[in-house]
């Protein structure tokens, strides 16, 4: 099972950037897809998660309205957009597969998801 995150970079404060996640070795209609982050001296945070199977979508407060996460089935591929960046969404960012019932992905800590990929850095600086 292998994910991989890309797309990060520097981005001024109020820009924009897409995460990409290509998932592999796994049925994904059985999984959900979460979106973690890790800021410096923090812990792993999830910031959004989607079911794979019903596109059911998860945020936290924090994100709701700038982020947007997508999938597409054919490419076996998930998508972070993120708009209106600030300075406390800087952080590695790293997609992880769970399977577990949906109203269960918010609380299953980062430890517990089954396959952590490669993270990415995305930092908003002027």
């Known amino acids: 099972v292998q994910l991989q995150a890309s797309g990060g970079g520097l981005v001024q404060p109020g820009g924009s950037l897409r995460l990409s996640c290509v998932v592999s070795?796994?049925?994904?209609?059985?999984?959900?897809i979460g979106w973690f982050r890790q800021a410096p001296g923090k812990e792993h945070r999830l910031v959004a998660a989607?079911?794979?199977?019903?596109?059911?979508?998860f945020y936290i407060d924090s994100v709701k309205g700038r982020f947007t996460t997508s999938r597409d089935n054919a490419k076996n591929m998930v998508y972070l957009q993120m708009n209106r960046l600030n300075a406390e969404d800087t952080a590695v960012y790293y997609c992880a597969a769970v399977m577990g019932p949906w109203t269960q992905i918010p609380t299953i800590p980062w430890r517990s998801w089954a396959s952590r990929g490669q993270g990415t850095q995305v930092t908003v600086s002027s």
């Open positions: 070795g796994i049925t994904l209609d059985d999984y959900a």
């Open positions: 989607i079911s794979w199977q019903s596109a059911d979508r």
